[in-house]
């Protein structure tokens, strides 16, 4: 009869899509545009994958899909700056600061 058995679990698909080239560009880009640039691996989730969230001096930022925090740490060593576990480390203050300086500036359209 079968009432004990257990039920595969379907797998169920990404919604979200792996890194790919333009992502890595963005972040290069935004490395060499600016300065005190630092990495942080964000741990993949039920939505996306690992991402890395690049932060400069000034608390600037930007996040891309990266292949893994091993793919992250490469990304980062060929880069030459520093990487860091969010989790272990949380994000800077200066992000923050960032953050709450954009909320109260006017909209420009």
């Known amino acids: 009869m079968g009432l ?3 039920r595969k679990q379907a797998a169920v698909p990404s919604r979200d899509r792996a890194a790919d080239r333009g992502d890595l560009d963005h972040l290069e880009n935004f490395i060499r545009s600016r300065r005190g640039v630092e990495a942080f691996i964000e741990p993949r ?3 996306t994958e690992t991402t890395v969230i690049l932060i400069a001096d000034d608390g600037e930022w930007t996040r891309r899909r990266i292949d893994g ?3 992250a740490r490469r990304f980062a060593y060929r880069m030459g700056i520093p990487v860091y576990d969010v989790r272990l480390m949380g994000y800077p203050q200066r992000m923050r600061d960032f953050n709450e300086r954009r909320k109260r500036r006017p909209d420009r359209h």
């Open 4 to 6: 004990f058995r257990r």
């Open 45 to 47: 989730t039920t939505v």
């Open 69 to 71: 925090p091993d793919g």
